[in-house]
Structure formats: C-alpha cells, structure tokens
C-alpha cells in the first residue's frame, strides 16, 4: 500500500497554448519611418532634389535600412496601476530602432497601444520604473509615480502615466539602468578600467542613483564590515562589478565579480545622515607614507598579482581565503582599505539648475577620468607627487551628496574551478507553495540553476540568505501567482518545480520533449501549433484535443525517463532534433504564462493551469499547508498538484471529490472500500498513468442524466421528499449500504498524513465553522461536513459529530462506517493541544455572547478565517460592549492556532461584562464598530453574505450610524451604513483636497447660456437662479438688483421741452443731463463686482465676455440717440478711463477661486484695441484678487509693466499683491520696491514713476506684508506717511493719497500687533502716528533717505510743521489697525472727539468720522447694536448745543454749524463702526439702530436743515450709513436696505456726483454679495481692506484719486467669505429646503442658544457656532460638530455650500409639500394597522425609489391570477415591505424574508438542515440580550430593526410547532439523552432542530453535569444555567429529566 504515497515521475498538461508574436512588432510596421523624416529636415530641399543631393539620400536611407534590421527587444509584465479590482491584464514594452511601443491586453480585451514614443536616436534600453514623489505636506505619505524610463547615449527620457515628461542628461557613458524601490540605479561604462595609472590612485564612483528625473546623478555608497575593523562606508568604485539584477521588493540587488567570479547580494536602501558625512569627511584624509605598508597597499599589491598569476598561485588560495573570511565590499573587495576619496571622486554639482546639460567642469571632470585614451606608458600626471585630482578639481565644488547605500547580505562562495564566464544570465525571484522565498540565479555556462533560499529576519527589517540549492537546467522562468517555476532541463523537457522540489514534467502539445521519441518507434506528426489551439478557446476544448495530438504510450514513457533520468542519454540529445523543433529558451513570464522559445525561431504562449479552482479546495488546501510542517505540507500540496492537474484530468465541478479522494488516502483510508466515497462521481486513478479522457456524450445531455440524478446521494438525503411532492415523482429506493460483511476498514500508518490526521481534521473544522458564515460557500459546507464527519467517527470524536449530525441531520443518518485505528498507531498520531474535546462552533459561541454568558477565546486559523476573526470581535466589541475587544483585548475572543501550540491553561475567562465595567454609551460602540469594519475593508456586499442572525447586531450598528452619522467620516464608512448624501459629499471632499478641479463637479452650475442669447451681456447672467429662486422665493429682488446695476443698455434721458427752449438747448440739456447720468452708470462697475463675485467658472478656450460700458442715452417719446460726442457740451478728458478699469475688475470677479485658469488664458484675454486696456489692467487685478493671478509667468508681468500703462502696472501690482496676501514673498517684494523711491537704495537712479503706480506699490507692500510686523517696511512707510514735498515739483500733487495709503499699508503690515510690536520700540510709532494725527513739529528725517530731503519744495511752503490735512487720515487709520480690538484705552483716548469748541475750530468735521470710527475699532468690545451707544460718542458740549438749542440761549462764541457737521459726522462714524463689529451678522438691532440713523439723515437731506450742515456733508454721511447697513447685512438681500438704494439711485440732480453713485452702488453690491452667497468677515485681514474699500471719502468725479485711489474700491473683496449652505437632494441633484438646527457657542453677552434656520441660509461666522444639524422628519438627520474643528464645514462653503441631503421614504420636499399634509406617512400615525391593510404595492414608487424594492412589490405583493389561495403571504409580504420603506431599512427585507421561510417549513416539516432555525434562535437571543433591554429603557431607545409585532408571532409558531413534536415524540429526545440510537429520519430532522433551536448543549457535556440526578426543578435549572441552557428550553425539558423522580410535581407539566 505504501508504494502509493512515493513520487514517481508525473506529468501535467500545458494550457492556452497559442503562438506569440510581440504585440509591438505588428505596430511597429505601421509607424510613420521616424528616421526618414528627421533626413528630410536636415538637408535643405534645394539639395533634396538637385542630382547629387538626391543619390545622397538614396545613400542614408539605405544605412537606415540596415540600422533599422538591428535588433528588437521586448519586455512583458502584471499589469500594474488602475483598479485593484480591474481583470488582470499583461502589459508589453516593446523596443526597435528609435520606437518604444508599450501596449495592453487581457484576456477579456485585445491588446492596444497605451503609449508609443519614439526619441531622436537609437534607444539602448526601455524600463518601467517607479519614483517616489515626496509630498510637501507632513502627513500625506510619498505620491508613487510610474513611468517609462527611455535610454538613449546622451540622455534618458522619462515619460510618466500622468502625462509629465522630463529629460535627464548623462554625465557619462552609461551601460545599464536597474529600476529600484526608490528610482534608477546607473552603471557606468568604463573603458579605461584596465589602464593602470603610474602612482596607484582612486577609483572614480562606478553606480550612481537617480530618485527623481529632476533629481541630480548621484553616487551609490557600499557599507562593508569586515570582522578586523570597524564599518565603513565608501564609494561603490570597483570596475570589476557589474550589476546583474535589481528588485523592488525586498529592496536588493545582485553583483557580479568579473574577477573573482562570484554572485554578491546586496540591500539597497536610503543612506543615513551619519553615513552621508563619513564619506563627505574622507577627502580630507591625506594618505601619508606611513599608510603605504598598511594592509591595504598589501591587498592591492595581492589583487594585481592575482591577476596575472595562474589560478593555482599560493598569492592566489591567500586571497580567496581572506575573501571568505571578511564580507566583501565594492569599494576594493574587503582589501583593508580605506580609500581617500578624492575631490574628484565626489562629484560636485557643476551644473546650474537652470540649465539642463552639464558644464563643461562637470563633463571634462568624467571624461578626464573615464576616456582617457593614454598608452600605458605616458602618465598623465605632471609630477610623480601631484596627483591627478589636484590639477582637474576645482577648489570651490561641493561635492554631490549620495543618497542610495548598499550593504552586502550575500555572498557566494567562490568555487575551486573559476572559470571566467559564469556570470548569471537569468536572475529571478520566487517562492514555492509554502511561501519560502528564493533567489534564483541562471548560470548558462554550467547549465545550473542555483537557487538560494532566504528568510525575513524577526523584526523584519534584514533579509537572512540561508542555503543554495543547484538544479540542472538550460533555462527557467518564476510563474508568480502559482508560486511555481518552470525549468527547462538539458534534455529539452519542461518541468515545474516549487522552489526546489520537482513537481512534474510539462507536456506541451505540438513540441516534442526529446526523451519521448525513444520509445515510440512510430514517427510523429508534428502537429501545426494553430490547429491546437487559439486563443478564443478554453482549456476544456484544449483537454479535448489532446487526444488528436498522438500520445505517446504512458508506460514507456516512464521507463524511459526513469532509466535515463540521471545520465543525460546521448541519444535523447540527438534524436529528432534537426526535424522537430525543440524547446530552446523560456521568457516573458507574467502570472502563470510563459512563452517557449523554439529552436526555428517561432515563440508558443502556454500557461501553467493553477492549483485549484474552486474556492473550497483553495480554503482547505490553504488551511493544510497552514498547519503541516513545511516539508510535509509541500510533498502533499505537490501530490494534489499531480493528481489535479494530470492530462485529461477532471473537469471543475469534480475537482473537490478529487480532493478528498486524494487526501483520505494520503490520510491512509482506502476509498474504494469506503461507501460514500466510493460512490464520488468519476475515475481518475491515482496512479500517475495518464489514462486518455473518455470520449464525453454531447454536451446537450439524456435521460441517464436525470435518472443518474434522481439516484444520488444528495438527492436522497435532501432533496426527496418535498422535490416528490412537489414533482408527483414516485419514492426512489434508499441507496443499497455498504457491503457489512466484509473485514473492518483500517487505517495504514504508513501514510504521509497519518500522523497529522487530528491536526488536519482540527484544521478543516474550522474552515467549516468559516465558511458557514458566508451565504455563498453552503454548498461547500455540505461537501465538506461529509469528510469531517468520517474523521471524527475515526478518530471517536463524539461531540464533533453530534454537532455535524445537527447542522445536517438528514446527511449523517445513514453514514456509520468507520475505520478501525489500532491502538498502537492512534500513538503515533500527533493529538495537537489545540484539538479540544468540545467543538467550536462559531453559532454556538455567537449565542453565549448575546447571552451574556463567558466566552472563551474562539480558535482561529490567521488569515484563512478571516470572517471568523472580523465577527467574532464585532460581537465583542458590539455585544460584549468591550472598547478594546478590537485592538488590545483580541487574545481574549480570539485564539491564533499554531502549528506548534502549547495549550495556554493560566489564560482568565473573561468575567460576566457587566461586573467589570458599565457597557460604553452605545451610539460610540456602534460608529468604532463600524470605523473598524470599514478599515478592514468589510463593505455592504459582504455584509449580504453573512447570514441574517449574525448579520443583524451589525446591521443594527450600521442603523444607530444611519441615524446620527458623523459628518466627517470618510467616503467607505459613509456607503457602509448606506447615507449617499454623505457618501457624495465625503467624495466631494477627499477630490477637493487631491486638487481642485473644474468645479469640483459643482452641481450649482451656472445656468444653460440659452438666456444670454435672448438678453444683452449684462455681466450677471451668471448668478445661480435656482438658488436665488430658493432664498428670495416671493419677490424679484435680484431681478431688481440686476437693474439697478446694469451699464449695458442706454439710459433713458427724460427732459421736458419747455416751450421757451429751442432746440438747439433742448439738445444740449438732454446731453448735460445725459452727463450727470452717465456719473451714475461709471460707478455701477464698483457693486457689479460685488453683486457676481464668484459666480462664474470660465470656458478656457474661449475669452472672458466682458460687458459694454455703454454711456449712450435714449429719448422719449422717439426713442432718439443722446450721445456726448456730438460736440456740443464739455466732456471733460479721459472720463470713461477709471470706469472701464472698474468694468474690467466687474467682469474678472466674476470667476470663481476654484476654476482653472493658466498663464495662457490670461494672456490670450488680452484685448488687440488699445481703448480696452484700462478693462484689461482691471482684469488683472481681478484675477489677483480671486488669487489666479499668481498663475502668470513672471515673464507676461515684467511684459505688461515694461509698457508703462499706467493702469495696467496698477492692476498688476494690486492684483499680485492680494494674491500673495501675508506671505512676504520677495520676488513681489522686489517687484513693488521698483515701485516706491523710498524702497531703493539713496545712490539709485531716480525713476519716473507715476503717482498713482507709487500709491498701488504701497498698498502692495501693505498687502503683502499683511499682520507680519516687518520692521524695515514699517519703518520706511512710517517716514512716508509724512513724506515732504520736494524742491522740483517732486509729490506735489495729490499728496493726500500717497500719506493715506502709506498709512493704510502700515496699518496692514503691523496689523493687531498693539503694544507688542517686536523690535520696534526705538521707532515710537503710536506717538509718531499721534503727531502726524493732531500736528506740531516735524521731526528730522531720519533713514536712507534723508538726502532727498534736505531742501525744502520751492511751490509748497509748509515750514517744519507737519501739514495735517495731509497725514492725519493715514495716520488715524494707522493707529485703529495697529491697535484693532485690542481694547487699548489710552490709545483710544487719543481719539476721543474734542470737548472744546476751541479745539474744534481746528479739525476738519471729515477727520471726526475717522477718528470716532477709529476709536470704536479699537475699542472693539464695548461697541453696542443701539441708539444709546452711537449717540455717547458725541461730546458732551456739542450735545448740549445742538439737542437742547430752544431752551438755552446760544453763546456767541459758538459755531454753530461747526457743531452741527461735527455731530453728524462722528454719529456716521460711530454708524460705521457698528457696521464693521456686525458685518456680515444681519444682526437685527444692530440693522435697527442704523436704519433709524439712515432715515434721519435722509430726512435732514430733503428739509431745510441741509443748509446748516451743508449738503455735502449730510450726503457724505448718508453714505457711509448706507454702507453700514449693508456691510450688517451683507449677502442677504434686505428689502429695506435695497429700497433705500434704489431711492438713492433715482436721485442724479444737483449734488450726486460720481463718488456718491459709488458708495451707494458698492451698498447694493455689498447686499447682494455673490448673489448671496457670500458675506463679510470681520477677521482683522476683513476689516483692514474693508477700512480700505469703505474710506470715507469719495471721489468728486471719475478722474480723481486726490484722497483715495479708485482702484482700492475693490479690496473690499478681500473680505468676502462664502457662508452660504445650501441643501441639495443627493438623488435629484437640485437645491431644494431643508430645516437646519444652529447651535451658538456661549458668550459673554448671551448662553448657549440653539436656533432654527430654514436653509438654504447664511450661517453666522463659524467661530461663533458650536454645531450645525439638518433636522428630521423630513430628511435623514445629519450633525456637522464645529467644535472640533471648522475645516469640515469650511470645505463645503468654499465649494458652492452644497450640502447633500437625503430625502426619507414617504416624505415630500417642503417646496412641494410646505405643511406636510401631503406625506404619505402623515395620515397614519394613530391607526397603524389597518394602514398596513391598505398599502398599495402601486404606491411604492413615491416611497422609494429603489429598483429592488419596486421589483419586488411588482412580482411579490401583487395579486396573480393563480394566487388566489395565497392571500396571507401576499398580505405578509406587503407588511414587511411597508415596514422596510417607511422606517427606511430596506435591507431588512430578506431577513424578514428568510424568518418567514425557516418559520415555514419548520411548521410544514420540511426542514432537512437546522441552518435557518439556528439563526432565528440568534435573533430572538439579540432581542433579549441585555445591550438591547438597557437602550429599549432609555426614552429616546428605539428596539431593534425587526418590526414589534413580526418576532413574537414568528417565535411563538416556532414554540408551537416545536412543542407538538415534543407531545408525540418525547421518546426519540429521551432516547437521544439517553445516548441511544435515534430512529426514522423524519424524527431526527425534527430532533435536531429542537436541539438546536433550544440551545441544549451536546450529550458529553449534558453527561458530565450527572442530569438525570437531579431531585429537583430548581436543582436541574442550576445545573442548566451552568450549561448555559435558557430557561425557555430548561421548562421543556424539565418533565422528561424528572419524569423518573416522585418530585414530578416540582416540574410545572407541560403536556
């Protein structure tokens, strides 16, 4: 019996054979000839086709002909990249000539070309390499990059997948580049290796190392450790080593001695820092005289002889043992030596980093060195003395840096016989099938293979090489995902081993192996290779015509290989050759494919079939080689292998009887003698003769089928009686038993498994216990409980099969064979500790848990059970409630088996949860529950799979998670507990940080262009209607907004002819009124800006649409042209300038921040007319401020400022500027300085530069500088606010401007620094900027610039004192920025409005509104939203004055319209200041208190008190009001605010000059700030450029920029923040309503307080938010908690707001629906049953939208003809799919689904598996366990996600039909209990599932606890609550357990 087990020689059979040709070869044919065409441009035409030129190119292209016939060279691999779950596909490099083709294919696709490249000249070589691109952010791990690197002599081309290409140059000539884990690796070629120079001196570097292609070339460094001395790090510089291999992972490469002729492996990793300085440190170390008799000079002397002496030399046998005895290095090959690197060896960095080629230096350096072409004799060295680094090294180089180390880990031994050329031409890595990983290196010279085993050191970090393997072979090649390699022997044949164990012979069809031509005298027909097989076939038609293919006979066959196995036969090299062609070379593996190679050149694909297919064979096997030893484990797996995959072999679905054919007999069985085995369906013998497949009937079936069917076992067992009945089929007689009269079965010891049995059974258990838990594998645990069970009968494991008998009563009846073991050799069996006498059972365990009981750690096989592990610690973590069951608790659920296991006795139970610890709050059980399924990759679709009792606890979790998710989980958790709308939004946001794309897939587009076309451009087309249509849902107001700010169209110009006017002034009053119109319509640009900021996300290809400034008018009645040009009124010059740089600035704000805008779209805007300039300059500082601008080459900016448009250098300044807002970046810096005289140095030139350009550059640098206290900036702009006039005209005009923006821009710089600017204490700023406030003396001027100063302007006589006018705004404005809410209040005192009318008298009423705005600024705390407080800020004198005038009698001393421009301006400014501390608040007082305000001033414009204030004033004032309001209510859209603009915006006469129309347009902007979606901020970066924007001093006309620049205007932008949310419906994809919970956080003027908001809403500034909540009922709750942190909430504001919301079942949105009286749901609140009645399945579809949930109401819940009598389960079924949709769990339905069922055919005795029952049992334990109970106590609990009513019903019928079968059966459970043998099948069935359903635990445990000696009821329970038996199944048992005791009466009957 035992000659089975031995190996004899087998054969496998090839599959998929089909010809090769490389897919690249066929394109290449098609591809234009790249040589030619780089000829033709060459040579000038004239010469193309005169005679000579001609016969000239005939000449080239025929050299090009024949470099073109050089050869080709391909390479194939995995595809990598894409998809994980993509099919797996080959990809194909493929080299010839200048082309590099690199294509894809797989089995389901043709292959194609993914990129094809050609290079200038001939590519040397092509690879796929990997670089590692580091991220410039800490935490996100380094970005893989794949490219295609292409090699030509001078350079290397990489070309990446993104599309990036660079181009290296070489320094040096290159021989080879090796892919690594971190970048290429370069050899260097090395001709002059063997010129000896004279004075021995240093090698130069020969590997070098690229990590990135913008990376420089640097050297590799080798770290040698001899045992004599310490590590060293040297150079890689030895010429003898050549590179012959390199892999990723491990990271190691292999050498070669050319000298020594040995293999070295190397790792190669990243160096350290300390290596990094040894070796930057070696040059100086000067050798000395002293060094040149130290071992080293010895060695080199040594190595030198050994190269001339013969091999036999004693120098020679020395140096080989000083070899062995220390590791070797590259560096001199461990010759003791510690090289001085020279200067020269460590390269430097000689080229710029501008340029990509080398400098001279740097290439003269390398070639010096590497081609020198000396004789031997001449020297290059000048003198004996200098060496050769001293005349070529430059002193100032640095030498370049390595980065890449390599540290010997292997080293062969050298062999006696050194022959030169044994250098590995094949070198590979591969595993065998127990994982042990080797080194495979080919040595043609020897015809070997050596394969070197290595191990992972413990801690993983070494690579440990253990032993080398020789096998003969011609060539090899790995097979990876078989862990297999095929080895082409010396004799032609093909055979696979497995590391180093033979598996079998290959037999490919159509190639003959040479051995098989002896013994079959017959000659073979060759067999045309494409009549085998193509590639559209399968491998069964492939099996099928091998029998075509002539076999040769199986007998011979063996006995001729056995005979001329060793001695490799002269006649097996000879025979048949010339005629067939033989096997030649294996290449291209990739998988489980190869290519062969054929002696006449043609090239056959084969694959290698696998070593199993079906999942269950793949478990078990996996599972046996996880518990054998390795030996073992192979020699089994390779048996399998053999007997699996012989020619002709079985087809798949008879793989598993194969299976356990195969490994009872391996285990010692004799299947043919065992019944059930005996009758496993098919005959493949398991001796290795390959019999020929049986001719196969026609694939269309017979009736045999179907009786073969009716007779099988499983038929028989499972499926008779209800498929009789169902098919009126008569009985078909049980299967005859075994023949009982024959000799009792035994065991043979001698079989390989035998010892291992226990251990194997154990092993195979719980894959059982594994793949119960998977839907999918049931069939699988059918198949393989009949195994288990045998094994158990054997090995007498009775509780194993009382576990097996009632998971499959109606299997295991009928098998009671077993096989006698005899006691001696039950010894020789291995009982493993982990093998325990009571089964695990993984339901059982599950049931212990829901019941609170102890549980013991739940064995488990790591990594095959790997469902096993995840639920079981679900439960412990879920159930159990244990925080740490997932991470530091594991070992107490969960017990790793091990192959060589001490059973661990001192391990603790885990005590009763409860006493340790109160359960966690459970919302926080249930999201780590689900947190930790997601990160181990469990998703929703295997979640279908487990079965429905397990299934549920998670599925729970998953619903709590549903309910309250956490808004920043990631997209994974999301889809697991099925909310969409988060999913989407979690997608949106992981795409938001990767990079911002177009939109980011914005669902709020602009709307469809359709409506542009019917209007003219306005510029706002763009403003999202659906959203406005949502925020102002009942009135027009954008539409009305739109029409306030529209410079489209003309204006109407309506002027009545009086009958005393000609019409020659008719004609000229219509145009004077035209021109005050025409005031108004330059100012809208300023609020359109406003009003579409960010609302546009622009075509790159098409240029940015910017509106017409139209300043044309129209009369009525005519209609008639009003236009200014006609001559006959003065329009003054240049007016329209400012406006168009504003209508440009419009039009550029439009586009928002996200979109994407490059260099050349900015440039390809610019407008061809010059008149368009000024809209082009605006354009630009547009795009600064939406931060585009920094996108623009610097070359385009040093373009448009070398033009000297004055406009256009001040868009560009102000616009970079704000780009680079805060980051002092100096190239900007550099930029401005150009700009601003007092930035340069005193000796520079002076240049001429405009007045206006020099105020933008200050504000830039304000900008640029923004909160950073830069002292040197301060300073300077400190003196400039003061800054005097010069002598020849210098600063004389607009002066105010300048000091103001110098003010503004020190301001900025030293923003909220208060008190603590650092290092500026000397410059005394508060009390400098004090004086230049209130005047007095100037003091000297001190700094650079003091020369320009010295003489006095010869126009402007100022004196030394300071002029007020001039620096007091600036100044004033200083101070509140420096100070900004710093609550500083001597600073505020400063401020203080004077109480004298003296002191009045001597400032301007204009600088009391700065000053009182200033002083509330900074007095930011105590600012209130009422009347009160604005009204304190007026002094005391000017109140009494002005409030109490009737009574008192007015002193002549008193001015009173003094006092009365004083009061007003200082009540605008305290208005003002209100506006700025409520910005963006739509704060109701504080919208009251200046609303009031508003209406009293305008009320004073239209009464006669204008008089005393002066119009002007009162205007002014009026204005600053307006825009305090709208700055409250920014991006609201207010009706009053927008009807008080438009009453402003009709008033054109008399004072309404063009600054008013500007402020009271930029009020209207303000209030519909990209259309309300934005609004301000009031971050101290807001204010300051609001102070900016909002300065209250307006221009006089559209030409002036006396006090302010125009362009300032705009900065207002800066302060805008997108807070607008808006719900979108995440199936619809449209904004819709959706109620929103605000929570505040407590501050000091109110508590926490929670508010409702109807969104889409503006939310208040998030720093005042505690957390945001979509409310219910009517979408799915969701909390964003803004405690944590505000960069969730702020990623969705910046893209568009969208928040995605999820509509529940049922429910209507609220713009359908806006009462609620229209939901489905809302009617049946009160009477829920009858509505369960009456629900239509018709109506499903408003519920739902689920196609699964319509179909099955379609084919499930409708009433069919033929249905009639099954009324109640339509009803049923209609019930449970009501109670789904509306509580919104659809994913219930099958569990209510498969309840129903089990219930079912329990009551109808159907029931052939306990498997349903057994979970309807896990059910009801979770309803009861006591997690459940404590959440059903809470108020706010809900029970579990089965409806109330559905469970009691279900368990009752389950009780009652269990119940009955007890009445009449009572004595088949006694006669169980009493351990006899049970009776008719039927019973059983019914038995096993009583005892399961009831829990009762198995006969050996209930023996041991001596039940039937129990007196009592309450005795026996104590004994069941210790069995862990619910009380439930204790009642039932109790009467049969006591029915022998008088106490019977104790027992309450149940019968």
Known sequence: MSNVYEERATMIAAGELQPFVPFGREHCKNHPNAVNLQLRQLQPASELWSSDGAAGLVGSLQEVTLQEREKEWWHLRKGAGGDSDEAEFEEELYVAGNMVIWSRGSRSQASYVYKAFTVDSPVLQALWCNFAVPQNKKDEQEVVEQTVCIVQSTCVNVHSVSGKDFISPLPFQVSTLWPTKFGLLFERKNPASDVPMSPPREPLPTVFSMLHPLDEIAPVVCRSTGLFEASRVQYVSDSTLRIIFSSCEPSIIMTYDTVQCTHTVWVLRKVTSEEQSMVLKCPEQVATPQNLMAPSFLNTHLRNVSKIDSPASPFHSYSLHAQNRMTSSPGLHSRTHSPTISNMAALSRAHSPGMATPSFSGTQRFNMSCHSPLSRGHSLLVSPNSTLNDSVALPEMEPIVPELCIEQLWAESSSSHREKSCQASKVFLTSDLCETNFLCFLVESHQQLRCVKFIESNDQTQLIFVSVTIIPAKDAAPLENIDAMLVLEANGSVVLYTGVSRVSKVFVPGVLAPFLSLSTPMPHPSTPVESVSTPARAVGRLISCLDEVVMPSPVSELRSSVKHHETSSWLEDCTFQHTVPYIHTLRDPVNNRVTLELSNGAMLRISIPEIATSELVKKCLQAVKFILPKETAAKVLIKWYNIYNAPGGPSAHLEWSLFVTCFLTLMGYNTDRLAWTRNLDFEVPLSPVIAPKKARPSEMGSDDDWEYQRGSDYHWQVESRPLSRALRLEPVEAPPSADDGSAPLRLDPSAPLFPHVPSVFFVLHLVYEELKLDNLMRRGTRSLVLLLQQLARDLQLENYIDLYWRDYPSFIKTLK?????????VEQMNRPAFLTAEPPSIFRWFSSCLRGEEVTPFPFLPGICRRTKLLVLSFA???????????????????????GQKKNLNEPFLRRQSSVKPSAPYCSLAEKLVIWLTSAGFTLKDLDSVPFGVALPIRDAIYQCREQPCSDWSEDVCLLIGRQDLTKQAHKVTLAKGKSTVGAGLTLDAPAASEATEEEEDGMNDINQEVTALIWSQDLRVQEARRLLQSSRPVRVNVLQLPEVSDHEYIEEKENKLLQLCQRTMALPVGRGLFTLFSYHPVPTEPLPVPKLN???????RNTMVDLNSGNIDVPPNMTGWSSFHNGVAAGLKIAPASQVDSAWIAYNKPKSTELANEYAG????????????KL???????????????????LLLGVSAAKLGTMDMSITRLLSIHIPALLPPTSTELDVPHNVQVAAVVGIGLVYQGTGHRHNAEVLLAEIGRPPGPEMEYCTDRESYSLAAGLA??????????????????????????????????THIGINREKHKSPSYQIKEGDTINVDVTCPGATLALAMIYLKTNNRSIADWLQAPDTMFLLDFIKPEFLLLRTLARCLIMWEEILPNTDWVNSNVPQIIQENLVFQEEVPVSEDLNIETLAQAHDYIIAGACMAVGFRFAGSANSDAFDCLYSFARTFMECLTTTGATVTGHYNLQTCVSMVLLAISMVMAGSGNLRVLQLCRFLHKRTSGEMNYGFHMAHHMALGLLFLGGGRYTLSTSNSAIASLLCALYPHFPAHSTDNRYHLQALRHLAVLAAEPRLLVPVDVDTCKPCYALLEVTYKETQWYGETTVELMAPTMLPELGLLKQIRVKGPRYWELAIDISRGTEHLQSILVRDGVLYVKLRAGQLPYKDDPRGWKSLLAPNVHNRNPEVRTFKPEAISTFTSDAALVSFAEYFCKPAENMKHKGDTLALFSAILYECVTQENPEMLPTYIAIDQAVRSLAQGEMSEAFALGQVGLVLDLCECRVLQERMRRPE?????LSSEFLPVMKCSVDNTLDHWLCDNSHVLRAYMSGEAYCKDMETNMLACFLVYHCIPSLGKMAGTHMEGCGTFAELLLRFTQLGVPVRSALRLAPLLLRNCDTITAGPSLF
Do not use: W
């Open 1193 to 1211: 080459a610097t070359l385009n900016i040093h373009d448009y400022l070398t033009k000297g448009h004055e406009m256009t250098s001040i868009g």
């Open 1306 to 1339: 020190l301001g900025m710089v030293c923003l909220g620094h208060g008190s603590n600017l650092i290092g500026m204490t000397d410059l005394n700023v508060p009390e400098q900027l004090y004086q230049y406030m209130v005047g007095g003396h100037r003091r």
């Open 817 to 825: 064979e077993a096989c006698v073991i005899d006691q001696g050799q």
């Open 1179 to 1190: 354009f630009l500082m547009a795009l600064g401020l939406n931060g585009h601008l920094t």
């Open 1837 to 1841: 609990g809900r029970g579990l996600l």
């Open 1111 to 1117: 300043l044309t008018g129209r009369a009525p009645p």
């Open 877 to 899: 973590l879920y159930i159990v409630a244990n925080d740490n069951a997932v991470s530091s608790d594991e070992s107490k659920y969960l017990s790793k088996v091990t192959a």
